[in-house]
Structures are given as structure tokens and as C-alpha cells.
């Protein structure tokens, strides 16, 4: 399975590209950023994403683009910009009939490190070992998104093999986005 990580951002995106199958070694294909300026006006930095993005796709021609899933713990327009960023990300995927997965910030650091508190060091020193790298890629964004791919190649390829197994069975999965971690700080009676 190849999988596009994107690590979504206004200004700078993070992009990664992982080959890999549980129980296999993975293999880091492409690392980099999206980058718009921030002087741009808004719908011409969406545009910019759009064409870079594609530009990511049909250069690798992944199987899956895994998504963070943010949360409000920003500002509101930082949040706003990064949300619109990655609703750009899953268009372009769509587009092409790409399966498109949102993994949060602790389901990823959960599946490379253990730990779905751990800190962003902890998260790029495991993904310079699992994919054998002398060091992590430059911005942390890029190791962002190599840890999306990690994550959906090892969580998301599972979850597809049931979706598939089901189908077969004449069955489908639920509708809606299954959560397949819980995130931190649940609430009586639900998620937030």
C-alpha cells in the first residue's frame, strides 16, 4: 500500500509518501511541504494547494491519503485556514477515487510511538527508525505527514481489509467516521 500523509497547513503543508504493510518494513518514498504565501489572498493560496497537491498524486500515485483530523485548540482563523487546507487535500483526493482517512494527532502518535501523548520528538525519532532514515525530515512538518502514512498504513490497511472482507459477506461498515481511538478528554455520554 502506498499512502500520502498530509499534514494540513495554510502556509506550509506536510507531505509524505510511505510504502508498507503490516508485518513489513516500510519504506519513506518522498518527504516535503506545500507552501503558500501569506500575503496571498485566500482563494488563490487554496488554488496553490490544490495544484501542488495534485502535482504530489500523480507524481506517486498513492493508494490512500491519510488527513490529520484537527481540533479546535487554536485560534479560530488559524484553525479555519488549516481546516480549509485539508478539505483541499481530500477534493483532490476524491477527485481521483482515492480512499481518504482522518487520523487525529493521538491515534498517529499512539500507533509510532505507544504513546498517544507523546511529543513531537518522540514521534520523529520513531519515524527516522521505522523508516531508516539517518535523520527526520526538514520542516517537522514533513515528519508530520510520514507519521500520517505510518499510522494509516499500519491502522487504515486494517480497516480497509474488514470493509473489504464485508463487502464480501454482501455487509458494509457503518456510515459516518468510526472512531477507532479515543481521543483525550471524552465526555459523559460521548465524544467531543
Known sequence: M??????????RMGVGVVDGRIGAPLAMVAAGVVRTPADEPIHRRLLAIDEQINEWLDEYKPDAVAVERMFAQEGVRTI??????????????????????????SEVKAAITGDGRAQKEQ????????LKLSEAPKPIDATDALALAICHVWRGGAADRIAEALQRQGMSLPSGNVPMHRERGRRKGGFR
Open 123 to 130: 514521534v520523529a525519532a520513531m519515524v527516522v527508525r521505522l
Open 2 to 11: 502506498r499512502v500520502l500523509g498530509v499534514d494540513p497547513g495554510l502556509t
Open 80 to 105: 479555519m485556514g488549516t481546516a480549509q487546507a485539508a478539505g483541499v487535500a481530500m477534493v483532490a483526493a476524491a477527485r481521483r477515487a482515492l480512499p481518504v482517512a482522518m487520523h487525529t494527532p
